[in-house]
């Protein structure tokens, strides 16, 4: 179903079953992205998660899915090896290409970016490639485990810590990182590439960048992630990396594929699929995510139904004053309305005199500040904020209003 993920599972290039999840838009797809994954990271680390919603967003489903031994997929990890990497993303390429269509756009983070530079000649119908915070040398991976390579050597494996979890590393891992120059491949791909990278990034230094930078062709591009760390653990930088890759991804679509955006009378909610909370909330042709904070469970991708609420009044206001001081020519600027929502107690409510508000319980409070900007004097502010009284919304809010629900089959 449009706008609902589809959870799966498909044969890895080795034999091991591969948890994966499909990310689609509401409505058309316009294309199809496959995301690699971080070194010993899952498909639902923030990053990922967060450049899926963006992506779907603009249109574009987003197949991401766990390398053998890691998250919810089979097999063992110790098996595994940047080359059996580039051939489980070759399958999730195959597998895009015969049950849907074949991805336009590649996305990688960190080692997951050095396998989709490296793959990316593979895949044919590939036009454009974005990494973050990807090595220009893949045994650069090494370094997570440096202190442990001579017992490796000598032994042919050992356990080692990564991000506070066990895995076993062994030999034909390190021997077969020696086998791949990442260069060549990124200098032979022949597709628009987005380079992406934090200054301060202390796992991958910045001047893998530069390296991965100057072997590529143009089309390419860099930005910089400014603060952020390796695996974008704060949601914002997360969400900014995002947002500029489903920017950038959109200009690599072929025009064929834009297709009409569906328009909805009214407005229509409809669940993500993704987290518990998050909602697509489509109104006309715009579309727009209502969410929870993290604090309760949800993404904070998006408004929450409160926080809608608020922007209904706070918009509905500013318009209104707007309209009443273009039409009696008053030198108003600009004017900026400011909405807090509480639940508050009817008992200690000073304000709540109306006769239809309960006199027990709690009950909504929004507090509203409005600013107005110009020459303007004392009276005829003071009459502004009358007629910011008189925006719909808040009338709305104000009086007793009848919701009358039934159930439309899908």
Not at 16 to 43: I, N, Q
Not at 245 to 267: D, F, L, N, T
Not at 381 to 402: F, G, N, Q, W, Y
Request: aromatic share 6%; hydrophobic share 40%.
């Amino acid at each position: 179903m449009p706008g609902k993920p589809v959870k799966f599972t498909f044969d890895g290039a080795h034999g091991a079953k591969l948890a994966a999840r499909l990310d689609l838009p509401e409505g058309p797809v316009k294309a199809y992205a496959l995301f690699a994954h971080c070194f010993t990271c899952s498909k639902d680390l923030t990053a990922s998660r967060k450049i899926a919603e963006s992506l779907t967003m603009e249109g574009i489903g987003v197949l991401r899915f766990d390398f053998t031994g890691l998250g919810g997929s089979g097999g063992d990890f110790a098996s595994t090896n940047f080359t059996s990497n580039l051939d489980d993303l070759e399958r999730a390429a195959d597998f895009l290409r015969d049950e849907y269509e074949a991805p336009k756009i590649l996305i990688g983070h960190s080692l997951g970016g050095a396998a989709v530079l490296a793959v990316a000649g593979r895949i044919k119908e590939a036009t454009a490639v974005a990494t973050i915070g990807a090595p220009a040398d893949v045994d650069h991976v090494t370094h997570n485990f440096s202190e442990h390579l001579a017992t490796i050597k000598e032994t042919g494996e050992t356990e080692v810590s990564l991000g506070g979890r066990p895995f076993v590393i062994k030999r034909q891992f390190v021997d077969d990182l020696a086998k791949h120059n990442l260069a060549n491949a990124v200098g032979q791909m022949k597709k628009a590439l987005l380079v992406m990278h934090a200054p301060l990034d202390q796992t991958v230094g910045i001047e893998n960048a530069g390296r991965i930078f100057d072997a590529a062709k143009h089309p390419k591009s860099f930005v910089s992630l400014d603060q952020a760390d390796h695996l974008l653990r704060d949601p914002e930088d997360a969400g900014y990396a995002a947002s500029v890759i489903a920017a950038w991804a959109k200009r690599y679509i072929p025009a064929s594929k834009e297709e009409p955006v569906e328009i909805v009378e009214g407005v229509m909610a409809r669940e993500t699929g993704l987290g518990k909370f998050q909602s697509m909330v489509i109104t006309g042709h715009h579309r727009m995510l209502a969410d929870e904070p993290e604090s309760v469970g949800g993404f904070d991708s998006g408004p929450s139904p409160y926080g809608f609420l608020s922007a209904a009044l706070g918009s509905c206001t500013v318009m209104t004053v707007r309209m009443y001081a273009d039409h009696k020519n008053i030198p108003l600027e600009a004017v900026r309305a400011e909405i807090r929502h509480d639940k508050v107690h009817a008992d200690d409510c000073a304000e709540c005199t109306k006769d239809h508000l309960p006199k027990s319980g709690k009950i909504d409070r929004f507090e509203r500040k409005i600013t107005f900007i110009g020459d303007l004097d004392a009276q005829t502010r003071a009459r502004l904020l009358e007629i910011a009284d008189k925006c719909p919304v808040h009338r709305t809010l104000e009086a007793t209003s009848l919701i009358v629900t039934s159930e439309k089959p899908a």
